[in-house]
């Protein structure tokens, strides 16, 4: 179920609907946190969908919240996360549309150094 929302999710932020792209995500993230707890690993995934939905719809306090929050669950987890890096690069932007420059520039290069981490992971 919650993998279905996350894909009714995804599909309403390609149409550009991002209040009904958040919807589904909130109901999926109180299905994990119910089920697994409020820093359950499988957080990571929606927690990074909303946040990246609450930027482009302007809520900029909001998304960076969500974003944090899923990036701390994802880094508990392990830097070989497969979200981590895409949080990380949510928070860059979010922090960049709110004029915090040196903070997006620190997720950036996160975003960077986290991808190379998975990259070499997946090799091994």
Partial sequence: ???????????RQFLRDQAGAQGPLWRAIAIIERTQGLDGAALALPLRHLG?????????DKALVV???GYEIARADSVANPHIAAIADGLGWTFERLGRTEEAQLFRDRNYLLRKIGSATYQL
């Fill in 67 to 69: 974003l944090a929050r």
């Fill in 1 to 11: 179920l919650v993998r279905a929302l996350v894909q009714v999710s995804q599909a």
């Fill in 52 to 60: 990246s939905s609450l930027r482009l719809d302007g809520q900029l």
